[in-house]
């Protein structure tokens, strides 16, 4: 006889899986061959486990259908490679200072937050610093930028917290908390843009992932290789180390443009299904529109970046791709 239990995923290595429980125990656990067969458990997956009599271990019986799927393609297999599971929100930090603000990667992990199906905001950090630098970001640009996406974005400065109060957006670390409050939450971002600092603060202090240790801050281990779903107060954070390159080469490049959901909007109106969208191109619907100047501009910013991601992943033969 065995009790069947609900479960979540937190923890996957091989065939052990480390999962908890609706009361928030752990337990570690099995799985059956049938379900490594054709594809792996992963971090962020729901399960029924099956807690056996006799021994009392944990075996996972079943996963429940996903609602999201974090992954890459193998270029070589044309196979998805899933890294976690059921993510509702992916919040790309970015910062205004040292680093300074790059367009081109956030455009870049929208891409992924489209092909990945996951809603996508945007975090500013580090403004506390930015009436200290000469070259300003304008923050009320990138925002209308974003807002042609339905993207939100937010003005924080991790190290200040709430002594911070923000002189740009109407929406700063307040608001961003109860974003997160009750959501499975992905962090993405260039190095240095204190993506660790900030998930400290919101932990209360009690999450260093630069250890990757829970409640024992300073002592953890400084490598890790798996992915992990960590319980914050009040939202659970995915942590993934596979997922954190820029790269979009396994993408193919005749597959971005679906991605840029707001050019592929206006592209649908150029005379030819094979236009470039240069300005020299045939009956382009990007230069033959009359948009507001403002709109103009964030429109052409995401055109460039499209290009400029079509042209790198382009650059590289398919047989050279290592994915």
């Not at 971005?256 to 300005?279: A, R, Y």
Request: net charge positive; aromatic share 8%; glycine share 6%.
């Amino acid at each position: 006889m065995s009790e069947k239990v609900k479960a979540k995923v937190i923890r996957s290595s091989k065939r052990q899986f480390l999962c908890r429980l609706s009361s928030g125990k752990r337990v570690d656990a099995t799985a059956k061959g049938k379900l490594l067969k054709d594809d792996t458990i992963v971090v962020g997956d729901n399960v029924t486990l099956s807690k056996i009599a006799e021994t009392g271990e944990f075996q996972i019986d079943e996963v429940t259908p996903r609602e999201s799927e974090i992954f890459r393609i193998s270029v070589r297999e044309q196979k998805k490679k899933v890294t976690a599971a059921n993510c509702d929100l992916l919040v790309i930090l970015s910062s205004v200072s040292r680093p300074s603000y790059k367009q081109g990667i956030v455009d870049r992990f929208l891409v992924r937050a489209c092909q990945w199906q996951v809603k996508p905001i945007v975090v500013f950090n580090k403004c506390d610093q930015l009436d200290s630098e000469e070259e300003k970001v304008d923050l009320k640009f990138e925002t209308e930028r974003l807002k042609l996406l339905g993207v939100e974005a937010y003005e924080i400065s991790a190290v200040m917290m709430e002594n911070y109060r923000p002189q740009n957006l109407d929406l700063g670390w307040g608001e961003f908390q109860n974003a997160l409050e009750g959501r499975t939450a992905l962090f993405l971002g260039q190095s240095g843009v204190g993506k660790s600092k900030t998930i400290s603060s919101l932990s209360g202090g009690k999450v260093d992932l630069r250890t990757h240790e829970v409640g024992k801050v300073g002592k953890g281990s400084h490598t890790t290789t798996w992915s992990e779903l960590i319980n914050l107060p009040t939202f659970d954070l995915i942590d993934s180390p596979g997922i954190r390159s820029f790269s979009l080469n396994d993408i193919n490049p005749d597959e971005i443009l679906p991605l840029f959901p707001d050019l592929e909007e206006i592209s649908v109106q150029c005379k030819f299904n094979n236009c470039k969208h240069e300005e020299s191109s045939k009956g382009c619907a990007f230069y033959q529109n009359d948009w507001p100047a403002s709109q103009k501009a964030c429109i052409y910013s995401r055109l460039s970046s499209y290009k400029r991601i079509v042209e790198e992943i382009s650059a590289t033969p398919k047989w050279s791709k290592k994915l």
